[in-house]
């Protein structure tokens, strides 16, 4: 326990703040810090946006929303040194962030699926990005 504080006084959640305000009519389907940094989150919608949030100091605020899905963002992930995210989405595409600037660096299409569910980077190379695609209609057997 902290100080000479109770359990619950240490779960009383005082000063919590909310940050996911503008996701509030589609799922959030992941939260994740970047990397070795405590104070920068972002979290992806079913909306089709990418929010990086600042924590510190608080109130957090909404560094930059990253646009350009059609549709909802399933995945993403940090680069190593966090300037560059990777995402993925229903509407069947890889985009690569510029995280300074929210800008989009590139756009991957898959056209022989339906949507990218997941991605990742390669830890120790960063232009080696993996998505996991969803292939409609195709049996599983014959892939």
């Given at each position: 326990m902290a100080g000479d504080t109770t359990l619950s006084e240490n779960?009383?959640?005082?000063?919590m703040c909310?940050?996911?305000d503008q996701h509030v009519d589609e799922a959030v389907p992941k939260v994740q810090f970047a990397n070795d940094d405590k104070n920068r989150l972002a979290c992806c919608s079913l909306d089709g946006t990418v929010s990086i949030f600042q924590l510190v100091p608080t109130p957090p605020a909404v560094l930059r929303v990253?646009?350009?899905?059609?549709r909802g963002v399933t995945d993403?992930?940090?680069?190593?040194?966090?300037?560059?995210?990777?995402?993925?989405?229903?509407?069947?595409t890889m985009r690569i962030w510029a995280t300074e600037d929210g800008k989009c660096i590139r756009e991957i299409p898959d056209p022989d699926c339906s949507e990218v569910?997941?991605?990742?980077?390669?830890?120790?190379?960063n232009n080696l990005t993996v998505g996991s695609?969803?292939?409609q209609g195709l049996d599983k057997r014959t892939a």
């Open positions: 779960y009383a959640f005082a000063g909310h940050i996911f990253l646009r350009g899905h059609s993403f992930a940090w680069s190593i040194s966090n300037d560059v995210i990777v995402t993925t989405s229903l509407d069947a569910l997941c991605c990742t980077f390669q830890p120790m190379n695609p969803h292939y």
